[in-house]
């Protein structure tokens, strides 16, 4: 497929992402900054750092977001509705990475910028709370993605690692196709379009595409997992992704990573950010996790 004819696809294919209308959940008055932070990054473009830090009270720490995309679709108002939210419940100063969007920027781009972005923020934690210093790496669907290749990128280069992994309907197996992964109840997301996102993300020819464990996490060693940060993965019963992310939660284990994983019943991809049905029970248990 030519490059035309993959931005003719992504176009269209975000066009009906945007037609979509979910309820916006019921929302908790925030009083919070908001402020953006450019980060460079080596050979290719800066990444933008959106930063929403509570307004009166102290920050107790940072989360570092990583927002469900397919690694292709933009920002949607249920995205700004969950960071917001989570400032309230926490009282955490949350920062939303803004990394770049495929077909226009294929891997390894995103990974690249995620990975300066979480740089960024461990060198000038202090900018962004001032108490203590706890910073928790969150990442939703392809965002759990880019937040597991910061901790994989931060261990090879000898780097502090985050101090928690928060994982909600991780993607983490690309070197699969998505018609030989298990479809709980004919349910998740639509094969054709599944690998329409991975040939967004795949179209650098120059890369290698397989067995490399910074496009598939799951494929990572035990050497490259072991003293990962605590993680907490949550997978929803009806999601084709759910059985690659609570594998991973296995191979964390083997690695004498400490790691609890939650699958929630009745729910879909999605379904936290969007809080819907069980997504309610996701997003507090989420919120327990990083208060403690």
């Known amino acids: 497929m030519s490059k035309e004819e993959l931005l003719a696809?992504?176009?269209?294919?975000?066009?009906?992402?945007?037609?979509?209308?979910?309820?916006?959940?019921?929302?908790?008055?925030?009083?919070?900054?908001?402020?953006?932070?450019?980060?460079?990054?080596?050979?290719?473009?800066?990444?933008?750092?959106l930063v929403y830090k509570p307004a009166y009270l102290p920050s107790q720490g940072v989360i570092l977001n990583f927002r469900g995309s397919g690694f292709m679709h933009h920002w949607t108002r249920?995205?700004?509705?969950?960071?917001?939210?989570?400032?309230?419940?926490?009282?955490?100063?949350?920062?939303?990475?803004?990394?770049?969007?495929?077909?226009?920027?294929?891997?390894?781009?995103?990974?690249?910028?995620?990975?300066?972005?979480?740089?960024?923020?461990?060198?000038?934690?202090?900018?962004?709370?001032?108490?203590?210093q706890k910073l928790v790496v969150m990442g939703h669907s392809s965002g759990g993605n880019l937040a597991v290749t910061t901790q994989l990128l931060a261990k090879r280069k000898q780097l502090k690692l985050a101090d928690k992994l928060l994982l909600d309907f991780p993607v983490l197996d690309l070197d699969t196709d998505a018609a030989k992964k298990n479809y709980p109840n004919g349910q998740g997301i639509p094969v054709e379009e599944s690998r329409l996102m991975n040939s967004f993300y795949l179209s650098d020819s120059t890369q290698k595409l397989t067995g490399n464990c910074l496009i598939s996490p799951i494929l990572a060693t035990q050497d490259e997992l072991r003293n990962f940060p605590e993680t907490e993965i949550h997978t929803a019963e009806f999601d084709s992704l759910r059985d690659e992310a609570e594998n991973f939660a296995q191979h964390l284990t083997e690695a004498f990573?400490?790691?609890?994983?939650?699958?929630?019943?009745?729910?879909?991809?999605?379904?936290?950010?969007?809080?819907?049905?069980?997504?309610?029970?996701?997003?507090?248990?989420?919120?327990?996790?990083i208060l403690n």
């Open 9 to 49: 696809q992504a176009k269209k294919l975000r066009e009906r992402n945007d037609s979509q209308v979910f309820p916006l959940p019921e929302q908790q008055q925030t009083n919070l900054t908001q402020t953006k932070v450019i980060v460079n990054v080596s050979n290719q473009d800066p990444v933008a750092l």
């Open 257 to 289: 990573v400490r790691v609890t994983v939650c699958r929630y019943p009745d729910s879909y991809h999605g379904f936290t950010v969007v809080k819907m049905g069980t997504g309610e029970k996701s997003f507090a248990d989420f919120v327990k996790s």
């Open 78 to 132: 249920h995205d700004h509705a969950f960071v917001k939210s989570l400032v309230f419940a926490t009282n955490y100063t949350v920062i939303d990475v803004d990394y770049p969007l495929a077909p226009e920027h294929p891997f390894p781009s995103a990974v690249n910028a995620s990975f300066a972005a979480f740089s960024y923020v461990q060198e000038h934690y202090k900018d962004f709370s001032s108490i203590g």
